[in-house]
């Protein structure tokens, strides 16, 4: 398929589907297909490599992640430090943030304080493309610093942001019906031993409230939940060291891993990543006991049919809950690769070029 004739029909095909009364934006959900940036004469570099011409010597992504990069456990006070640092971050760049609404759970140590943070770019749009982290560490563990877990994916997540809002996302505001929600979650690491009930925390409450929680269509439709209006929920875990393999854990989205894993490999054909190993490998077969079943902050929503892609490397990282998970354990240049692959991706699945 190639070329002009496609992408002039899908930009008609767009803005037909913009201006059409009787398409509504479920439909459009439904039959979501996303632009290839390669296909619009220097969108690929230009979105690639907006670290190059905007943060050459990587002080920016840096000032993201320090402060961060601490033990940052519910209760504590960096804790609450790292939250308001990432209302702070997001809220200057213009972003709707929800970060102020602490509720308690009760834990295997007694009710514990929690507070999630969701910060979307266009609030009037219906549909979202969700990408998550958590950002507390373990509870007790003064020592350990969780860099890669998940320091770092919280740092790519707002570094993103910084990068892509001005030129890239805010053109988009009252003209697309999908736009991009970050949510930082609370309490995903367990206060005594991993279980249902003792992990998970900021994401089973927020789940289950979005799901309780009313969005009303237009045209006198029937109303549909908040998760509903979540296109894909791209969870982010355990990134930063050196050397990851990521692949397609969950098989009813493996049609958006094969795009994560074609986004790296024109990247990498292009010349726009490090040299270092692929990092996106999709699996056609996992053997008779299937793909490893890791529990994570995506669970809650994909229980209640959201589609998940889960960005994790497996095996963990070898600083996986040991001290040694720290600034050391981090990867530039992996780092740098994963934010290229993840704004390529974010602006070909929002169709960004035939907005702009």
Same mark, same amino acid.
């Given at each position: 398929?190639?070329?002009?004739? $496609?992408?002039? %029909?899908f930009? #008609? *095909?767009l803005?037909?589907?913009?201006l059409?009364?009787n /398409?509504?934006w479920?439909?459009r +959900?439904?039959?979501?297909?996303s632009?290839?940036?390669?296909?619009?004469?220097? $969108?690929l570099? %230009?979105v690639? #490599? *907006?670290?190059r011409?905007?943060?050459?010597?990587g002080? /920016?992504?840096?000032?993201l992640? +320090?402060p961060?990069?601490?033990?940052?456990?519910?209760?504590?006070a960096?804790?609450?430090?790292?939250?308001q640092?990432?209302?702070?971050?997001?809220?200057?760049l213009?972003?709707?943030?929800?970060?102020?609404n602490?509720?308690?759970?009760?834990?295997p140590?007694?009710?514990?304080p929690?507070?999630n943070?969701?910060?979307?770019?266009?609030?009037?749009?219906?549909?979202?493309?969700?990408?998550?982290?958590h950002?507390d560490?373990?509870?007790?563990?003064?020592k350990?610093?969780?860099?890669?877990?998940?320091?770092?994916?919280?740092a790519?997540?707002l570094?993103l942001?910084?990068?892509?809002?001005?030129?890239?996302?805010?053109p988009?505001?009252?003209?697309s019906?999908?736009?991009?929600?970050?949510?930082?979650?609370?309490?995903?690491?367990?206060?005594v031993r991993?279980?249902?009930?003792?992990?998970i925390?900021?994401?089973r409450?927020?789940?289950?409230?979005?799901?309780?929680?009313v969005?009303?269509?237009?045209?006198g439709?029937?109303?549909v939940?908040e998760?509903?209006?979540?296109?894909?929920?791209?969870?982010?875990?355990?990134?930063g060291?050196?050397n990851?393999?990521i692949?397609?854990?969950?098989?009813e989205?493996n049609g958006?891993?094969?795009?994560?894993?074609?986004?790296?490999?024109?990247?990498?054909?292009?010349?726009?990543?490090?040299?270092?190993?692929?990092?996106?490998k999709?699996?056609?077969?996992?053997?008779?006991?299937?793909a490893?079943?890791?529990?994570?902050?995506?669970l809650?929503?994909?229980?209640?049919?959201?589609?998940?892609?889960?960005v994790?490397p497996?095996?963990?990282?070898?600083?996986?809950?040991?001290?040694s998970?720290?600034?050391a354990?981090?990867?530039?240049?992996?780092?740098?690769?994963?934010?290229?692959?993840?704004?390529?991706?974010v602006?070909?699945y929002?169709?960004?070029?035939?907005?702009?």
């Amino acid at each position: 398929m190639g070329g002009v004739p $496609w992408v002039l %029909s899908f930009g #008609l *095909l767009l803005c037909a589907h913009a201006l059409a009364d009787n /398409l509504e934006w479920m439909t459009r +959900q439904a039959r979501h297909r996303s632009l290839r940036l390669d296909d619009f004469a220097g $969108w690929l570099e %230009s979105v690639a #490599l *907006l670290d190059r011409s905007l943060d050459p010597d990587g002080q /920016l992504f840096n000032s993201l992640l +320090q402060p961060i990069l601490r033990p940052r456990y519910v209760t504590s006070a960096a804790h609450e430090d790292v939250r308001q640092h990432i209302v702070t971050t997001l809220a200057g760049l213009g972003w709707s943030v929800d970060g102020d609404n602490t509720f308690e759970m009760r834990t295997p140590l007694g009710v514990m304080p929690f507070t999630n943070v969701v910060a979307t770019h266009d609030p009037a749009a219906p549909r979202r493309l969700v990408l998550a982290c958590h950002y507390d560490s373990i509870y007790k563990r003064d020592k350990f610093v969780a860099a890669t877990d998940s320091a770092v994916p919280c740092a790519m997540m707002l570094y993103l942001a910084t990068l892509m809002t001005k030129d890239y996302l805010d053109p988009l505001k009252g003209r697309s019906d999908l736009t991009v929600q970050l949510m930082f979650l609370d309490g995903e690491e367990a206060f005594v031993r991993w279980s249902d009930r003792d992990s998970i925390y900021g994401s089973r409450a927020l789940a289950r409230d979005m799901q309780r929680s009313v969005f009303q269509l237009r045209n006198g439709q029937s109303a549909v939940s908040e998760l509903d209006r979540i296109d894909l929920f791209v969870l982010l875990d355990l990134l930063g060291a050196s050397n990851p393999t990521i692949s397609n854990y969950i098989s009813e989205t493996n049609g958006e891993f094969r795009h994560m894993a074609a986004v790296e490999k024109k990247l990498r054909k292009s010349g726009y990543l490090e040299a270092v190993p692929a990092i996106f490998k999709y699996r056609r077969f996992w053997g008779l006991f299937g793909a490893p079943q890791i529990s994570d902050d995506h669970l809650p929503f994909m229980r209640r049919g959201v589609k998940v892609l889960h960005v994790i490397p497996h095996p963990f990282p070898s600083v996986w809950h040991k001290n040694s998970d720290n600034a050391a354990a981090i990867h530039r240049p992996t780092v740098n690769n994963l934010n290229r692959i993840m704004r390529v991706f974010v602006a070909e699945y929002l169709n960004i070029p035939a907005y702009l």
